[in-house]
């Protein structure tokens, strides 16, 4: 996503799935996850930050708060993206 890398991205939703772990803690790394997130905002996504451990130990949590987060036609089964080069 431009010059940063995201874990997880839903293109057709335009929804980021950040999973943090301790790496995310410092306060460094908060300004970069705060720059970083307000870039891409300005772009037209939506972050969803995941913390590693709910993923580990509630996956089925963070499944569903992912879930949520995803319009209805792109949740989960939605119709794909058209190919690229496409217009439909």
């Known amino acids: ?29 908060f ?9 891409l905002k300005a772009l037209g996504w939506r972050v969803l930050r995941v913390q ?11 499944i569903g708060v992912i879930a949520a987060a995803l319009p209805p036609s792109t949740a989960f089964g939605g119709p794909p993206p058209p190919p690229a080069g496409e217009d439909k």
Request: aromatic letters at 12%; glycine letters at 4%; a negative charge.
């Open 52 to 62: 590693n451990t709910d993923v580990y130990e509630q996956l089925d949590v963070v």
């Open 1 to 29: 996503m431009g010059p940063f890398i995201a874990d997880f991205a839903c293109v057709p939703a335009k929804l980021i799935v950040e999973v943090d772990g301790v790496t995310h803690w410092s306060e460094e790394a």
């Open 31 to 39: 300004e970069y996850d705060r720059k970083r997130e307000a870039y």
